[in-house]
């Protein structure tokens, strides 16, 4: 695998204001997602907070949301950080940064359900600046246990809608990029169903800026060329509407199944796919890279991970049942946006 680079010129500076404006939208996300979260969870437990702060520079708040009424665990984070040294990830990604301080930002949540039928959901946006490079990056992805299309296709078209309103590459480039990113590539097979993924976001040349350059999402991405140059205000609108997109994506998916009654089989099933998700995060996730060679709050860059879990040696779904459903359908690549009921 190799790195696809782009020869455009440098990117504008960002306003002076840059990093005061995107820490302020970061900090007002996490709380507008905390208050939404804890009126659909209903119980008498909120979010636990804690703030702390980064040895070598900035800080951040943790939020964690435990044994609720629909939660078994939720957290929302968010951090601002800086430092004079950039980490491994970040250079080899990026080494024009090297030789200059950095500043980070951003919010993250994971949020792990009781039910079976409730997806586990995450979302990440975050805003990267470190001497002449800056960028935006970020998304949002679903991971269903016990599937059901129409709640697919309501998460895609939400945030379709979203990138669309910005530019009409972003939705089809980002959605790829998101089935490729979140996929294991150990077990073959992808986390859930998706949604979108960016990153390196400058305004600047081909959209992909990925690893896999022989991937689906680069061969997108090349066919549509480099895109008309995009300023920081833009990229920074575009983040904002998909950070905002998220209650409506997922708020509506958690009402419609919270209710519906499940027996130990599901909760077993569940358990064992949440394994799926703990091997994605230590293994390949790029956050968790980041805050721990930046010598982040561990329990805060942990927090995704579900309060239990199992595994079990060469399990296998019985035939056409809604396990194999899972594997044989949810668990590819599919147009989500595009789908109807037949």
């Known amino acids: 695998m190799t790195t696809q680079t782009t020869t455009s010129p440098t990117p504008a500076a960002p306003p002076t204001d840059a990093r005061t404006r995107v820490g302020q939208f970061m900090r007002q996300l996490q709380d507008e997602i905390c208050t939404a979260l804890e009126t659909l969870d209903g119980g008498d437990r909120g979010f636990r907070e804690d703030s702390w702060e ?3 520079g900035g800080g951040g708040r943790s939020r964690v949301l435990s044994a609720g009424n629909l939660f078994e665990q939720g957290g929302v984070n968010f951090s601002e950080v800086f430092g004079d040294r950039l980490p491994p990830s970040i250079l080899k ?3 024009e940064a090297e030789g200059h301080g950095f500043y980070a930002t951003g919010t993250s949540m994971v949020l792990h359900p009781h039910s079976p039928y409730v997806p586990t959901v995450h979302l990440n946006y975050r805003y990267f600046e470190a001497g002449p490079v800056w960028w935006f990056g970020g998304g949002a992805d679903l991971t269903p246990y016990y599937p059901f299309a129409e709640d697919a296709a309501h998460f895609h078209r939400t945030f379709q809608q979203a990138c669309d309103t910005h530019h009409p590459e972003y939705y089809p480039t980002f959605k790829r990029w998101c089935d490729e990113y979140f996929y294991l590539k150990h077990r073959q097979e992808t986390r859930g169903v998706g949604g979108i993924f960016f990153d390196y976001q400058d305004g600047r040349g081909k959209l992909y800026r990925g690893t896999h350059a022989e991937g689906v999402a680069a061969a997108y991405s090349e066919g549509r060329g480099e895109l008309e140059p995009r300023d920081w205000e833009q990229l920074f609108a575009f983040v904002r509407d998909c950070g905002q997109a ?20 599901e909760r077993q099933f569940q358990l064992y796919r949440r394994g ?9 996730d790029r956050g968790t890279i980041f805050g721990l060679q930046t010598n982040g ?6 927090m995704s991970l579900p309060p239990l879990v199992r595994w079990e040696y060469e399990y296998q779904p019985e035939p056409s049942s809604p396990e194999a459903e899972l594997y044989n359908t949810f668990l590819k690549p599919q147009d989500w946006a595009t789908w109807s009921p037949t």
């Open 276 to 284: 799926r998700y703990v091997e994605f995060n230590l293994v390949y």
């Open 93 to 95: 990604q990026r080494p």
């Open 54 to 56: 980064r040895p070598g």
């Open 297 to 302: 709050r561990t329990e805060s860059i942990l």
């Open 246 to 265: 998220f209650l409506p994506a997922y708020t509506p998916i958690a009402e419609r199944r919270r209710d519906r009654s499940y027996g130990d089989r």
